[in-house]
Structure formats: structure tokens, C-alpha cells
């Protein structure tokens, strides 16, 4: 091969190898999981096909099952995984791989999880680049390809776990890649493969099915016989998955697929909720979108194929938008910025590159660019540094849960986006009720509702410090017994006092402690100093004297400072602790 042309194919080649290998890097070492959230159970319904073949889950042990909670429905009296099948067939060869080298999904699910969705994103971010790449040139597609994996949900949500919106996303691009051939170059080679991508698309994420409605209105409008070509294909494969999923199941259609699911919302509340709010809003979370506008404007005529897939690539997120908005659990309870939205990104990315100015000689390219620029810039930052590396963004819906406060989702003095450690405990605390007064001199256990935690974990159930590996079981996030550790580099525990009982008060607090290692502790009450030293390795009895004037009656505020905080350091413990209170005594 001559240089030339060598050099022509091995800059791209190694350009679009360094995007994937720095999106499976991203996700490989993101700070924020999601892994025991809702796609928790896929991979056991793999193992079970894989040991049992079946995709019923009665042949693990009951703790097992009880880990797996609301993710669990009951199908003729056996229990069986709520969410779509697609995503557990497709880790079916993984799982039957591992096995034979003695890994099961029991011990090894998060990193299972987190393996399949760093190659997902590795297959997202190619085929990002392949369907820009058929419209602009190279450096512009690998930059397109780029802001829209590291600028979007597909980082934020899609490398936390191994959603079921990972794998659609990879197979909605794949179908718009070969839609794109199958136009541009009139040829009828790609329609099986669109009909395949198509169908498991929709096996995966049954939402995706208004892509392949969007599919055939193109074809239906531009290229009739390869929409009759399609249309008999999927038709086929909708059959043919009825068939399979009685069989496995009994039932001609599982409970997630029915259009009951969108029924009981508030349709102008999620609608509007899904576009702005502060913690799901659509347009604040992908912000490159607000310059489609300036870039329709700047790229002029279209031709008629162009037409189509521009209609496609904008109708097809409106419909996605107002099927979720109907939905009851429009925020997709625990999540960061708008998860359910994950899906029609490769639309709006292929209305980019349909837009996208080819003359740029003149101002008004230029200041599209800019724009678009700028506002993935700011995605990148919300998205990845953010969404990905900033833990509280995850607490801001653990504590207190989204499901349970829905409202917060509104609350643009706290919008998820901006979360850092002392508006979280601020938000805490405003939203705590007033703890009852406590008597001087009781030592009150963590568990007394006279102690008001703000800053500190809500637990994981472990004999120590819950160092071990993860593993599907008991609960992770029940409360430790006997102790509550802090959460991060400063926590407050709040309590009240009557007036009467401050004559009872000579000056002293006392708290049996254990410690992450040797850490260094200050104490401040009320907004005064009253304690600064270092103690540990495992365990000691904090005993600050201070002034009794500096408490008040009603609510006092005890602040501790704890720059030594470390890192857990384990996938099921997320935690940045310090010290555990085990007991608050003030005499």
C-alpha cells in the first residue's frame, strides 16, 4: 500500500481507536455507579438460561432474590426479572465464558456490568463516528462523536451501569447506520441487517419500537420496496419473539412491554419536567441540542433523502418525549439528568450531522460552530466530570430518595447538576424535622431520635467497614447496628434543648468512636471551636470540654471537620468515611 494511502487510513483508524479506548477508560473508572439499581438482575436471568435454562430466578437463595426487591415480578408462582429480556440474552455468551473459568454473576456482578457497558460505550462512540462520517469529514466526526458520548446521557447514565438503554443505544445507531447506506447508495444488502438491528432493538428496549415505525415512514416515503422488504422482516420477528417469549414465560407479552405502563401521569407536568427541570431537564442536560436551530439555519438546502432523515431524526425524540411523559414514574427514579432520554440520542446526533455546515466561509457557519462548541462544552463538564466523577450527584437522590420527594427534581436552589458535599447537607438539614430535646447525660445510641444526622452514611450491613467484595445478598444499604459513619470531609449532628435542661449542662460531650485509620478531627459547636486533635488507628472516646454559654435552648449544631476522610475503596462501597459515632453522651 503506498504511504499516502497508508497514512489516509491509519490516522483515522488510530483516531477512532484512541475515542474508544478513552470512553471504556471513562467507564471503567467512573466514581458514580448505578450497577444496584434497576439493571440489577439482568445478568442472573443470563446465568439462570446459561445453568437452568430458564429465565425464571427460583433456583438462587432467598437473599438473593430479596436483593433484587421491585426488580422482581411473579409469573404463575415463580419469581422472574420485571425489566426486558434483550440485554440478558445478549450477555448470555459472556456469562457462559466466564463460567468456564469459575466466575459467576453472584460475586461478580457489578464488574460484569461494568465490563459490558465500557464495551458498549466503545461500540457507541464507533458508531458515532460512522454515521457522522458518512456526511462530514474526518476530524469533524471524530469531534461530533466525542461531544455526543462525553456531552450526553451516553456517559452519565449509560457508563454507571449496564442499562438496557447501553445496548439499544449501540443497535438504534447500527440501524441508522445501514438506513443511511441503504439510501445514499440505493442498495438492498443492508435491509436484513437493518430488520435485525431493528427487532433485537426493540427486544432490549420495547420504547425503541418508534424508531422502527420512524424507519418505515422514511422508506415508506422515499424507497416504498424497501419499506415492504422491512416491514415483512420485522413482522416476522415480532412473530417469531411472541413464539420465544411464551415459551419461556408462559405469557405472549411480559407486564413491561404493555402500554398500561404509561397510563395514570400528569402528562403537562412530566412533559415540561423532561424538558427543564433542574434535575431531568433535557435541554439543560444536552445542551449542544439548543444550537440544531442555528445550525438548520447556517446549512440551508437539504436534499429529498436529507429531508427525510432530518424528519426522522426530530420526530422520532418528540414521540419518545410524549410516550415517557405519560408515564407515572416520568423522573426514572434513581438517575442522574434525564436517563430516559438516553434512547433517542442517536437521533438528535444524526440530525447534527445532517446539519452540520458544509460552507464555512461565512459568518453565520462559523457562529453555529461556536455555539454548538461551547454548549458541549458545558454538556462534557454536566455530564462527565459531573455525572460520572462527582459523588454528590448521587446522593442528591438517595438522600432523601427522588421517589420519595419527587418535588426536588424542581428544586433549582439545589439542582442535581451543581451537588457538592455542603449543599447536600444543607438540603438535609432544611428538610429534617426538629429532633426531640435529649436529657444531659444519657448516652444516646445512633439510632435515637433525639440525634439529627446531616452528612453522614445511611449504612451498609457488614461486619467491619464493608471492605469486602460485592456481592448480590442481604441488603447493602441497611443502617450499620450500633454505629453511623461520616459521610465525606465534614458531617453536623444537630439536637434540641430546653432552656430548663441547659442548667443541667457542665461542659462536656463524650463519643466512643471507630475510625478508618489514624484521622485528624475538629469539633465546632454552634459555630465555635471546641475540639481539634488526631486519634485513631481503630477506635477512641472523643471528650471535648467547652463553654456551657455556647449552647442555646432549642436547636444546637455540632460540626465536625475531618480532612483525613479516605476513600473506601471498594465498587459496593462508595463511601468517603472517617470516624462512626457509636455513642453521644453531653454532660
Given at each position: 500500500?503506498?504511504?499516502?494511502?497508508?497514512?489516509?487510513?491509519?490516522?483515522?483508524?488510530?483516531?477512532?481507536?484512541?475515542?474508544?479506548?478513552?470512553?471504556?477508560?471513562?467507564?471503567?473508572?467512573?466514581?458514580?455507579?448505578?450497577?444496584?439499581?434497576?439493571?440489577?438482575?439482568?445478568?442472573?436471568?443470563?446465568?439462570?438460561?446459561?445453568?437452568?435454562?430458564?429465565?425464571?430466578?427460583?433456583?438462587?437463595?432467598?437473599?438473593?432474590?430479596?436483593?433484587?426487591?421491585?426488580?422482581?415480578?411473579?409469573?404463575?408462582?415463580?419469581?422472574?426479572?420485571?425489566?426486558?429480556?434483550?440485554?440478558?440474552?445478549?450477555?448470555?455468551?459472556?456469562?457462559?465464558?466466564?463460567?468456564?473459568?469459575?466466575?459467576?454473576?453472584?460475586?461478580?456482578?457489578?464488574?460484569?456490568?461494568?465490563?459490558?457497558?465500557?464495551?458498549?460505550?466503545?461500540?457507541?462512540?464507533?458508531?458515532?463516528?460512522?454515521?457522522?462520517?458518512?456526511?462530514?469529514?474526518?476530524?469533524?466526526?471524530?469531534?461530533?462523536?466525542?461531544?455526543?458520548?462525553?456531552?450526553?446521557?451516553?456517559?452519565?447514565?449509560?457508563?454507571?451501569?449496564?442499562?438496557?438503554?447501553?445496548?439499544?443505544?449501540?443497535?438504534?445507531?447500527?440501524?441508522?447506520?445501514?438506513?443511511?447506506?441503504?439510501?445514499?447508495?440505493?442498495?438492498?444488502?443492508?435491509?436484513?441487517?437493518?430488520?435485525?438491528?431493528?427487532?433485537?432493538?426493540?427486544?432490549?428496549?420495547?420504547?425503541?419500537?418508534?424508531?422502527?415505525?420512524?424507519?418505515?415512514?422514511?422508506?415508506?416515503?422515499?424507497?416504498?420496496?424497501?419499506?415492504?422488504?422491512?416491514?415483512?422482516?420485522?413482522?416476522?420477528?415480532?412473530?417469531?419473539?411472541?413464539?420465544?417469549?411464551?415459551?419461556?414465560?408462559?405469557?405472549?407479552?411480559?407486564?413491561?412491554?404493555?402500554?398500561?405502563?404509561?397510563?395514570?401521569?400528569?402528562?403537562?407536568?412530566?412533559?415540561?419536567?423532561?424538558?427543564?427541570?433542574?434535575?431531568?431537564?433535557?435541554?439543560?442536560?444536552?445542551?449542544?441540542?439548543?444550537?440544531?436551530?442555528?445550525?438548520?439555519?447556517?446549512?440551508?438546502?437539504?436534499?429529498?433523502?436529507?429531508?427525510?432523515?432530518?424528519?426522522?431524526?426530530?420526530?422520532?425524540?418528540?414521540?419518545?418525549?410524549?410516550a415517557i411523559s405519560r408515564f407515572p414514574h416520568w423522573?426514572?427514579?434513581?438517575?442522574?439528568?434525564?436517563?430516559?432520554?438516553?434512547?433517542?440520542?442517536?437521533?438528535?446526533?444524526?440530525?447534527?450531522?445532517?446539519?452540520?455546515?458544509?460552507?464555512?466561509?461565512?459568518?453565520?457557519?462559523?457562529?453555529?460552530?461556536?455555539?454548538?462548541?461551547?454548549?458541549?462544552?458545558?454538556?462534557?463538564?454536566?455530564?462527565?466530570?459531573?455525572?460520572?466523577?462527582?459523588?454528590?450527584?448521587?446522593?442528591?437522590y438517595i438522600e432523601p430518595s427522588v421517589d420519595l420527594?419527587?418535588?426536588?427534581?424542581?428544586?433549582?436552589?439545589?439542582?442535581?447538576?451543581?451537588?457538592?458535599?455542603?449543599?447536600?447537607?444543607?438540603?438535609?438539614?432544611?428538610?429534617?424535622?426538629?429532633?426531640?430535646?435529649?436529657?444531659?447525660?444519657?448516652?444516646?445510641?445512633?439510632?435515637?431520635?433525639?440525634?439529627?444526622?446531616?452528612?453522614?452514611?445511611?449504612?451498609?450491613?457488614?461486619?467491619?467497614?464493608?471492605?469486602?467484595?460485592?456481592?448480590?445478598?442481604?441488603?447493602?444499604?441497611?443502617?450499620?447496628?450500633?454505629?453511623?459513619?461520616?459521610?465525606?470531609?465534614?458531617?453536623?449532628?444537630?439536637?434540641?434543648?430546653?432552656?430548663?435542661?441547659?442548667?443541667?449542662?457542665?461542659?462536656?460531650?463524650?463519643?466512643?468512636?471507630?475510625?478508618?485509620?489514624?484521622?485528624?478531627?475538629?469539633?465546632?459547636?454552634?459555630?465555635?471551636?471546641?475540639?481539634?486533635?488526631?486519634?485513631?488507628?481503630?477506635?477512641?472516646?472523643?471528650?471535648?470540654?467547652?463553654?456551657?454559654?455556647?449552647?442555646?435552648?432549642?436547636?444546637?449544631?455540632?460540626?465536625?471537620?475531618?480532612?483525613?476522610?479516605?476513600?473506601?475503596?471498594?465498587?459496593?462501597?462508595?463511601?468517603?468515611?472517617?470516624?462512626?459515632?457509636?455513642?453521644?453522651?453531653?454532660?
Open positions: 500500500m503506498p504511504t499516502g494511502r497508508l497514512r489516509t487510513f491509519a490516522i483515522p483508524a488510530l483516531t477512532v481507536l484512541a475515542l474508544m479506548l478513552s470512553v471504556a477508560l471513562v467507564t471503567l473508572t467512573a466514581v458514580n455507579r448505578m450497577t444496584d439499581s434497576d439493571p440489577m438482575g439482568s445478568l442472573l436471568v443470563a446465568e439462570s438460561l446459561v445453568d437452568r435454562h430458564t429465565v425464571f430466578l427460583d433456583g438462587y437463595y432467598p437473599d438473593v432474590l430479596q436483593s433484587l426487591s421491585t426488580r422482581i415480578e411473579m409469573i404463575g408462582g415463580r419469581p422472574a426479572y420485571l425489566f426486558p429480556i434483550g440485554t440478558s440474552l445478549l450477555a448470555v455468551p459472556i456469562v457462559a465464558v466466564l463460567h468456564l473459568f469459575g466466575i459467576g454473576v453472584v460475586p461478580h456482578d457489578h464488574q460484569i456490568q461494568i465490563g459490558m457497558a465500557a464495551a458498549a460505550a466503545a461500540l457507541t462512540v464507533l458508531l458515532l463516528y460512522l454515521l457522522a462520517r458518512r456526511f462530514v469529514a474526518h476530524w469533524t466526526a471524530a469531534g461530533l462523536a466525542a461531544a455526543f458520548w462525553f456531552g450526553t446521557a451516553l456517559s452519565s447514565t449509560g457508563a454507571t451501569a449496564l442499562w438496557s438503554h447501553d445496548y439499544g443505544v449501540v443497535l438504534s445507531l447500527l440501524a441508522l447506520v445501514l438506513l443511511v447506506k441503504v439510501l445514499r447508495d440505493r442498495t438492498w444488502r443492508p435491509l436484513p441487517w437493518l430488520v435485525l438491528a431493528l427487532a433485537a432493538a426493540v427486544v432490549i428496549r420495547p420504547q425503541l419500537a418508534l424508531l422502527a415505525v420512524g424507519v418505515l415512514l422514511v422508506l415508506a416515503v422515499v424507497w416504498w420496496r424497501a419499506a415492504l422488504v422491512v416491514l415483512t422482516g420485522l413482522a416476522a420477528a415480532g412473530a417469531l419473539a411472541l413464539v420465544a417469549g411464551h415459551q419461556l414465560t408462559g405469557e405472549w407479552l411480559p407486564s413491561y412491554y404493555l402500554p398500561q405502563r404509561l397510563s395514570g401521569g400528569e402528562f403537562w407536568v412530566a412533559l415540561a419536567g423532561n424538558l427543564v427541570s433542574p434535575a431531568r431537564g433535557f435541554l439543560i442536560y444536552t445542551p449542544m441540542i439548543l444550537a440544531l436551530p442555528l445550525l438548520a439555519y447556517a446549512r440551508g438546502r437539504l436534499a429529498r433523502d436529507e429531508v427525510a432523515l432530518l424528519a426522522l431524526s426530530v420526530g422520532w425524540p418528540v414521540a419518545h418525549l410524549i423522573w426514572g427514579g434513581w438517575a442522574y439528568g434525564p436517563r430516559l432520554m438516553m434512547d433517542v440520542i442517536p437521533g438528535l446526533a444524526l440530525a447534527t450531522v445532517l446539519l452540520w455546515p458544509t460552507w464555512r466561509a461565512r459568518l453565520c457557519p462559523k457562529v453555529a460552530i461556536s455555539a454548538f462548541t461551547l454548549l458541549s462544552a458545558a454538556g462534557i463538564w454536566i455530564n462527565t466530570v459531573q455525572g460520572l466523577y462527582n459523588p454528590y450527584t448521587r446522593f442528591w420527594e419527587s418535588g426536588n427534581v424542581w428544586d433549582w436552589s439545589y439542582p442535581q447538576f451543581l451537588a457538592s458535599e455542603g449543599g447536600h447537607e444543607d438540603r438535609l438539614e432544611r428538610s429534617m424535622a426538629a429532633p426531640p430535646p435529649l436529657r444531659p447525660g444519657v448516652a444516646y445510641p445512633p439510632e435515637a431520635p433525639e440525634l439529627g444526622f446531616v452528612g453522614w452514611s445511611t449504612g451498609f450491613t457488614s461486619p467491619g467497614i464493608s471492605l469486602d467484595s460485592f456481592q448480590l445478598g442481604p441488603s447493602a444499604l441497611l443502617r450499620e447496628d450500633g454505629r453511623r459513619w461520616s459521610e465525606g470531609s465534614s458531617a453536623r449532628l444537630v439536637f434540641a434543648l430546653t432552656p430548663e435542661s441547659l442548667r443541667d449542662v457542665s461542659g462536656t460531650i463524650r463519643i466512643p468512636v471507630d475510625l478508618l485509620g489514624v484521622q485528624r478531627v475538629e469539633m465546632s459547636l454552634n459555630g465555635t471551636p471546641i475540639y481539634d486533635s488526631v486519634v485513631g488507628p481503630d477506635r477512641a472516646i472523643i471528650t471535648a470540654g467547652f463553654d456551657p454559654t455556647l449552647l442555646r435552648g432549642g436547636e444546637n449544631r455540632l460540626t465536625f471537620t475531618l480532612p483525613d476522610a479516605a476513600s473506601v475503596g471498594q465498587a459496593s462501597d462508595y463511601r468517603v468515611i472517617a470516624i462512626a459515632l457509636k455513642q453521644f453522651t453531653l454532660e
